[in-house]
């Protein structure tokens, strides 16, 4: 019943941008704030920024400024936009509630960026 898929990810240069997409249910939407993480190799799964059920956003000191986190509800899409991408924003990158529902987990989509 609850499920995200992630979609957008690939490979892009130093200082470029990238939209992922993160496809989820009304019922997600509407009951829990949604969240995009990302965990790069080696590191522990953090959390990057979140919207809230009202649509307002939240976001970690790092990504502040770069990193841009939308949604359409009628698309039930919450989408992350990378600007200014660095190498450290290499990782695979996740959509799930905030905090997290284990069931929810799935592939994710990697992003790599590229010198």
């Known amino acids: 019943q609850a499920h995200v898929a992630e979609f957008g990810g690939g490979e892009v240069q130093v200082g470029g941008s990238l939209t992922l997409s993160c496809v989820t249910t009304e019922i997600i939407l509407k009951t829990y704030p949604v969240g995009w993480y990302r965990q790069a190799p080696g590191e522990q799964r953090t959390l990057i920024a979140r919207?809230?059920?009202?649509?307002?956003?939240d976001y970690e000191d790092f990504a502040r400024g770069r990193f841009t986190i939308f949604r359409d509800r009628d698309k039930r899409t919450v989408y992350l936009r990378m600007d200014s991408v660095r190498a450290e924003d290499t990782a695979v990158y996740y959509c799930?509630?905030?905090?997290?529902?284990?069931?929810?987990w799935g592939q994710g989509t990697q992003v790599t960026v590229s010198s």
């Open positions: 919207i809230s059920p009202g649509g307002g956003p």
């Open positions: 799930n509630t905030n905090p997290p529902l284990p069931s929810i």
